[in-house]
């Protein structure tokens, strides 16, 4: 099955879906392992938040390589999933101690829908394998998202040095840039606890004019 940006909106504008998606479709097709998140959900960060709509970006490593996990935002997961994936579970622990409470569940695309763009570097993983396709050539698309919002200061929370580096270019003079250890079990206590990301981006929202983001409660948002 193709990989289908109908639904990207003005993303669907960028070189990338013209010059690169037709060889990772091919690459995609010719992988014997299944591969996640279900096709029609591979694109799911951009079609939910528009390049106009941005306010804030957490840029991911990939998907979770777990099945039923990743449905193609970054960290986020379905509602019924239980345990959290790691990474989420400490991203909640930060949160509560940041803002004293969490959302209900996995499913973060209420952020999504307040403007928070959860953009993974590799959009596919195969089943089991974090990272198996971080070769593929996803980065090229990432690098082009980020170029596209670089028009008006936004909020960049980068969890790791994959972010990072693929968030370089982005000038702190300009946006919000706050960078940390990544949330999973493996570094988040270098750095990644006790950086008060959610609050820190909301007070750089407010002195921009902007509505700060509801982090905690899908209801309200």
Known sequence: MKLDPAHTGAWASLPFFRDDLPRIDAALAAEERP???????????????????????????????TPGHAHGLAF????????????????????????????????????????VLLLNAVLTVPAGE???????????????????????PRAFLLWGKPAQAAA?????????????????????HRGFFGSRPFSRANDWLRAQGHTPINWTTPETS
Do not use: C
């Open 35 to 65: 591969f996640l998140p279900a096709p029609d959900r591979v694109f799911a960060a951009l079609e939910m938040t528009q390049p106009e709509d941005v306010r804030v970006v957490i840029l991911g490593q990939d998907p979770y390589p």
């Open 76 to 115: 986020s997961a379905e509602p019924e999933v239980r345990p959290l994936p790691r990474s989420l579970a400490n991203i909640f622990r930060e949160m509560q101690d940041d803002l004293g409470s969490v959302p209900p569940n996995a499913d973060l695309r209420f952020w999504a829908r307040q403007g």
């Open 130 to 152: 974090a990272n198996g396709h971080k070769a593929v050539g996803w980065q090229r698309l990432t690098a082009q998202v980020l170029a596209r919002l670089s028009d008006r």
């Open 168 to 188: 370089a270019s982005v000038d702190a003079t300009r946006h919000l840039k706050i960078e940390t250890a990544h949330p999973s079990p493996l570094s988040a």
